[in-house]
């Protein structure tokens, strides 16, 4: 096997993480031997689609057996190992904080030369550049996050609820299933990197774009402008099962996935 060997790390995997992992064991590796690596992702709940990703690939490379691991607490679990150095060969993270530290203690494979790159978009590569403050490329985003709100079809059927298309109407439908005892939002701001989710979607479209250009000119000028988006996320977080950061991520997509909250 090949010595001392960097990751590939990627922030949304696909497909294509597994043509790339093909192309890079295989230049030390005799096609005949069976090669076994393994990917590491960092969302429990996509393990269906992984498991799919990975079955596909084996089949069209039999000589190469992917292990897929996909625990509840990533973050620690890959702190862990990388401590310990049993750092997996591919590894999907978000695009956040995390991804930048572990960017920048140089264990990640240099990709910025790899031809693979030029099958993404640029927008995507800057964005990558931008978030770790350096030209080099150590992962590979291969799509966007959409930002909404997700609701519940079936509790939504069950109870013949119109979806809620104003914040007046959000507002008022939580009231009303709160006021029946039901949850209307599970919130995991354990992991605060989840706050952005409600923060991002209402501060794009209530604060002026000006404020989001943070300069040495401007600093503390849009203030202000943070002021009703916080001020709504607090009135969400009244409609929420409580206690919102005693709850992890997976702990609230798991109860929404189980029909907890609407």
């Given at each position: 096997?090949?010595?001392n060997k960097k990751i590939f790390i990627w922030l949304i995997v696909i497909l294509v993480i597994m043509l790339a ?88 494979a240099d990709l910025s030369n790899d031809s693979l790159i030029k099958k993404f978009s640029p927008s995507y590569i ?137």
């Amino acid at each position: 096997m090949i010595k001392n060997k960097k990751i590939f790390i990627w922030l949304i995997v696909i497909l294509v993480i597994m043509l790339a992992a093909w192309s890079f064991f295989s230049k030390s590796e005799s096609p005949k031997r069976k090669i076994n690596i393994e990917l590491f992702e960092f969302k429990p709940e996509a393990g269906g689609t992984f498991r799919q990703l990975v079955d596909r690939f084996e089949k069209q490379n039999p000589n190469i057996h992917v292990e897929l691991s996909a625990p509840g607490d990533a973050y620690t679990v890959l702190k862990t190992r990388m401590v310990k150095g049993k750092a997996p060969d591919l590894i999907g993270l978000g695009g956040e904080q995390y991804y930048v530290d572990y960017a920048k203690s140089n264990i990640f494979a240099d990709l910025s030369n790899d031809s693979l790159i030029k099958k993404f978009s640029p927008s995507y590569i800057k964005s990558m550049q931008y978030l770790q403050n350096d030209n080099k490329i150590y992962g590979v985003p291969y799509v966007a996050n959409v930002s909404g709100v997700l609701y519940n079809k079936q509790l939504f059927a069950k109870d013949h609820l119109q979806i809620p298309k104003t914040w007046d109407q959000l507002i008022a439908l939580s009231k009303s299933l709160k006021s029946q005892g039901k949850t209307p939002f599970y919130m995991g701001y354990k992991d605060d990197w989840t706050i952005q989710s409600s923060f991002g979607p209402l501060a794009a479209n209530l604060m002026n774009p000006k404020a989001f250009v943070i300069s040495n000119n401007n600093i503390g000028k849009y203030d202000k402008q943070y002021n009703l988006p916080l001020e709504r996320m607090k009135e969400l977080s009244k409609y929420s099962q409580g206690d919102v950061f005693s709850y992890n991520y997976n702990d609230a997509t798991s109860a929404f996935a189980q029909g907890k909250s609407y």
